[in-house]
């Protein structure tokens, strides 16, 4: 009787278990089919939060799934410790199952910030500093203030920070996006220079940055760069001054208003090329990749002047002459325009 009675306690206690066991299968499938949410929201872990941290925030997200069941699910599929720090969408009808492997995964929201080509260092600096969701490490974003935070190996920052559509997670700091956009730079201009052609008059790579900053200032049309160089390169090698208007304008600094007038172009400044010979002190604006390669592989071509056309591109002339009436036609288009200077 005893022995009857011992094989049926065991008996009801391994039917128990099994009950149990079934009853918590079933929430756990109710609980992993539940939608997390209806509409987008989003769930932040912080960099060392703990399982049940993590689970009380998703538990915020969705109170019908409590949030042990979220802790226990992450620890059943061996995920709680694998879950990666960052700001995470969930989707609307997300289920927690797919929220987990992406948070594993280290699906995390990215942000972005876009630099065009052609503005200025400070010019980025100022998209920085408006950027979502950045991590502020520089008091005061200048170029100044940048070379002495990050101990950049420059004196002067223009041109040293590549336009590009930037990506971050949120958390990011101001300086990691610098730094890769510094890093962006040398290596487009080592590689650049590194395929250089021969004979260039140019003594190293921070030359053809100026230069590079210089074409992508005068032209935004792609398939003049190379010929815009080249012009530049033949009036280089023959010492002839630039004479270009964008180095004048950005000597001006604060003092241009849009418009450019012949006395400053007799205006003396480090970077008026009418007035002085070479190159200008430093880049005068941010070149993109189609610029350095401009640069550094200009196009041959046998003129030494160009002007606008009035169709958004150049008129290029090889004597002074041809210049000359190149010139003419564009003052008689902006007087069709009535834009008399």
Do not use: C
Not at 72 to 88: C, K, L, M, N, V
Not at 301 to 325: I, P, Q
């Amino acid at each position: 009787m005893r022995r009857a009675m011992g094989v049926f306690l065991i008996w009801a206690a391994g039917m128990g278990l099994l009950a149990a066991l079934l009853v918590g299968a079933g929430l756990a499938m109710h609980y992993w089919k539940q939608p997390l949410a209806q509409e987008a929201t989003t769930v932040t872990v912080e960099s060392g939060q703990s399982m049940p941290g993590i689970a009380a925030s998703i538990h915020e997200v969705q109170p019908a799934i409590p949030a042990r069941a979220i802790d226990w699910t992450a620890r059943f599929r061996g995920q709680a410790r694998s879950i990666q720090a960052g700001e995470y969408e969930i989707r609307p009808g997300e289920r927690l199952a797919s929220l987990l492997d992406r948070m594993v995964a280290g699906d995390v929201i990215e942000y972005r910030f876009t630099v065009p080509e052609g503005i200025t260092a400070q010019g980025f600096l100022d998209r920085l500093a408006e950027a979502p969701r950045i991590r502020r490490t520089i008091e005061e974003l200048t170029p100044e203030a940048v070379i002495e935070s990050l101990d950049l190996p420059v004196d002067h920052l223009e041109g040293w920070l590549y336009p590009d559509t930037y990506q971050y997670p949120a958390g990011t700091s101001d300086r990691t996006l610098i730094k890769r956009a510094f890093r962006q730079m040398r290596e487009a201009l080592d590689a650049a220079w590194a395929a250089r052609a021969d004979d260039l008059p140019l003594d190293d790579p921070y030359e053809a940055l100026i230069l590079a900053s210089v074409i992508e200032k005068e032209t935004g049309i792609s398939g003049e760069r190379g010929e815009v160089a080249g012009v530049f390169v033949n009036r280089l090698r023959r010492g002839m001054r630039l004479q270009t208007d964008p180095t004048v304008i950005y000597g001006m600094g604060d003092d241009y208003d849009g418009r450019l007038y012949s006395r400053h172009l007799r205006e003396d400044t480090p970077y008026n090329t009418y007035t002085r010979d070479g190159l200008p002190p430093t880049p005068i604006a941010l070149p993109s990749a189609a610029s350095i390669e401009a640069a550094t592989r200009p196009a041959e071509t046998d003129a030494f002047y160009f002007v606008a056309d009035g169709t958004g591109g150049h008129a290029f002339s090889r004597t002074l002459k041809e210049h000359n009436r190149a010139v003419a036609r564009w003052r008689i288009h902006q007087r069709e325009q009535g834009d008399r200077p």
